[in-house]
């Protein structure tokens, strides 16, 4: 039987969903364990932040040490409503700083290698940080060298987008996306081969730019197509059906099996990698999402994956408690894990109590007993004011955290209110160790 919710009620949801996010699970306990554990975690991001915070509220005397260099913090979940003219660009943006507890240190420095036979860390300026214990959490890079012809430069201009990039280019992903949503003409959303962060935000900017034409009466102007890097849509083959429903009843194309290898900003063309060869599309707007790596100090530290993810360095890790399966004083954390799912802020949520209690169960040399089943969330949007929250495991499980109030494949007002009112929310409680 169908659920039906007035606004009201919709309300409580999303304020009930806020707090049953923020009130998270595993929370920190209040009793500290005394120790002086040099605890070095190497990325800042969401999971880095998220766990120091959790560490300080746990640990009496721990040395615990962030190195990073970047000075801002990116909310990176907000980046496809910049690029969809929904948001400022500002409104992603924060400083790293803000976020962190007094009781760390912060060497805001690249590093530049890491020997895990010394428990060392060495920085850009020079520095060799000593640990015992080391999380792995800087993210990943994006290789737009790897996209023949592109450079950022070109985002905003000549019918190119590129949301991934950062809040700026997300602004400017915008200008262009608008005027193809006025002026029409072919439009191409591409996805990468490699494992990549969000995997929804292909499909999210496919339909809100979609819509957004509807909506202004464009949208008979428009050939929509999304460039499919394999056979399927979305990862999760009941989900990848949803979608090309959907693709089907707004007139989206999707085209299977072309990955972008490079594009002719003069001509506005691209060229794709099919099973084939390669063939050369025109457009008048493209949206291009660059291959995904780990960082190249994960990269040539031998902690990497030997024998998959060969070409993009994700780390050796166990998939359930994201500890390195040779070194077992390392974790893995956030984007950067080789693990089968993961690589959203949703995931990161989940993963850092495993972490957090993988690190106090070494510390009391006991077992750990947290474990991480792979859960991902995409609020996935399919227009302005509706989305599909979508959440399932490693084994591609469906597991809603309203069932039966919030139906997981359908196309929900509250689902959008959830991505606009609780997921920034959550996502700073998270940062703050809360969550």
């Known amino acids: 039987m169908k659920t039906t919710l007035n606004r009201r009620q ?17 929370a920190p306990a209040d009793a500290q364990i005394a120790t002086k554990a040099r605890i070095v975690i190497i990325g800042a991001g969401a999971g ?19 190195i990073d260099p970047r000075a801002d913090h990116l909310y990176q979940p907000g980046l496809s409503l910049v690029a969809a003219g929904l948001k400022p660009a500002d409104y992603v943006v924060s400083k790293t ?27 850009a300026d020079g520095q060799s940080v000593a640990y015992d214990l080391l999380v792995l959490a800087p993210g990943l890079v994006l290789d737009h060298d790897a996209i023949e012809g592109f450079s950022l430069d070109m985002v905003g201009q000549n019918g190119i987008g590129a949301l ?45 730019i ?36 959907i693709f089907g009843q707004r007139d989206i194309q999707p085209t299977y099996s072309h990955v972008l290898r490079g594009l002719d900003a003069g001509a506005k063309t691209a060229t794709f990698d099919t099973p084939e060869g390669s ?3 025109d457009y008048d707007y493209i949206h291009v999402i660059p291959p995904q790596r780990a960082p190249e100090v994960i990269r040539q530290s031998g902690l990497s994956w030997a024998d998959r993810w060969t070409d993009q360095g994700w780390v050796e890790c166990d998939m359930a408690s994201l500890r390195h399966l040779r070194f077992d004083n390392i974790w893995a954390l956030g984007d950067v894990a080789g693990v089968p799912k993961g690589k959203t802020a949703a995931s990161v949520k989940w993963q850092v109590p495993v972490v957090e209690d993988g690190i106090i169960a070494t510390l009391q040399g006991r077992d750990p007993t947290e474990t991480y089943n792979g859960y991902t969330s995409c609020p996935m949007i399919t227009r302005v004011g509706r989305a599909m929250l979508v959440e399932f495991d490693y084994n591609d499980n469906l597991v809603p955290s309203f069932p039966g109030v919030i139906a997981p494949l359908e196309e929900l007002w509250i689902s959008w209110l959830m991505k606009e009112v609780a997921l920034k929310a959550t996502y700073n409680a998270m940062l703050r160790g809360r969550a």
């Open 279 to 281: 063939v050369t599309r």
């Open 48 to 66: 880095g932040t998220a766990l120091a915070n959790r560490l300080v509220r746990r640990l009496a005397g721990a040395q615990i040490t962030l």
């Open 10 to 26: 919709m309300l409580s949801l999303a304020a009930a969903g806020t707090a049953l996010a923020t009130a998270g699970a595993t």
């Open 97 to 123: 700083t803000d976020w962190l507890p007094r009781d760390v240190t912060l060497i805001p420095q690249a590093a530049t290698a890491i020997d895990p036979e010394a428990q060392t860390v060495a920085t």
């Open 164 to 208: 991934y990039a950062g809040p700026q280019y997300a602004a400017a992903t915008w200008k262009a996306a608008q005027a193809y949503t006025e002026t029409g003409g072919v439009g191409l959303f591409t996805r990468p081969a490699t494992e990549m962060k969000c995997a929804g935000a292909p499909l999210k900017h496919t339909f809100l």
């Open 210 to 245: 979609e819509d957004i034409a509807r909506t202004a009466g464009t949208r008979g102007k428009l050939d929509v197509h999304y460039m499919a890097q394999n056979d399927t849509l979305f990862g999760v083959p009941i989900v990848s059906e949803k979608v090309r429903m």
